[in-house]
T-cell receptor, first 115, second 114 residues
Framework: AQSVAQPEDQVNVAEGNPLTVKCTYS??????LFWYVQYPNRGLQFLLK??????LVKGSYGFEAEFNKSQTSFHLKKPSALVSDSALYFC?????????????FGTGTRLLVSP | DTGVSQDPRHKITKRGQNVTFRCDPI?????LYWYRQTLGQGPEFLTY????????KSRLLSDRFSAERPKGSFSTLEIQRTEQGDSAMYLCASSFERESYEQYFGPGTRLTVT
């Protein structure tokens, strides 16, 4: 079975400080990993993905994530947080070449950036 | 706006009634997905279409739920004899054919069963 864990329900950071939102995964195979953001009463918005290659992937709005195979982690990072980054963040995984198309999501981490 | 659209955005219904939701994917996407999201949880997969073929269904999709994509374009999700436990946000997503491609989500339909 494949699963994703987001250990923090909420992350608080001051504007201008770096932020990290944690994600670990468990799959039997090679993963595709994704980060999505959700604003209130809105659908999920794609931020970035890891498929293969460079372990550091860059995405939208200045976000990046680092794939670490030995730690089975895919943490989301941003060097300097903005108040407008406050939202709900979801990590998701799909296993390659299994024929299964579904994304498995974590429970989400609420990011609160204070002015 | 050429993103995924869903209709209606909100639906309030009484227990026991039938409801139907519509999803219009991004036009060049041949894959379409339905997810359900309850408060405080991440989205949970319900079903997947490639063109008009329904290729994958979750155990969450009881026999009261049915989904169609008759011409490989828009899709409908019907819930018969709604129960209070069906109250949730129903999300539709679409993607290109290769499995490495990300899924793009619509704004969702929020269902409240009273």
């Amino acid at each position: 079975a494949q699963s994703v864990a987001q250990p923090e329900d909420q992350v608080n950071v001051a504007e201008g400080n770096p932020l990290t939102v944690k994600c670990t995964y468990s799959v039997s195979g090679n993963p595709y990993l994704f980060w999505y953001v959700q604003y209130p009463n809105r659908g999920l918005q794609f931020l970035l993905k890891y498929i293969t290659g460079d372990n550091l992937v860059k995405g939208s709005y200045g976000f990046e994530a680092e794939f670490n195979k030995s730690q089975t982690s895919f943490h989301l990072k941003k060097p300097s947080a903005l108040v407008s980054d406050s939202a709900l963040y979801f990590c998701a995984v799909r296993v390659m070449n299994t024929g299964f198309q579904k994304l498995v999501f974590g429970t989400g981490t609420r990011l609160l950036v204070s002015p | 706006d050429t993103g995924v659209s869903q209709d209606p955005r909100h639906k309030i219904t009484k227990r026991g009634q039938n409801v139907t939701f519509r999803c219009d994917p991004i036009s060049e996407h041949n894959r379409l997905y339905w997810y359900r999201q309850t408060l405080g949880q991440g989205p949970e997969f319900l079903t997947y279409f490639q063109n008009e073929a329904q290729l994958e269904k979750s155990r969450l999709l009881s026999d009261r739920f049915s989904a169609e994509r008759p011409k490989g374009s828009f899709s409908t999700l019907e819930i018969q004899r709604t129960e209070q436990g069906d109250s949730a946000m129903y999300l539709c997503a679409s993607s290109f054919e290769r499995e490495s491609y990300e899924q793009y989500f619509g704004p969702g339909t929020r269902l409240t069963v009273t």
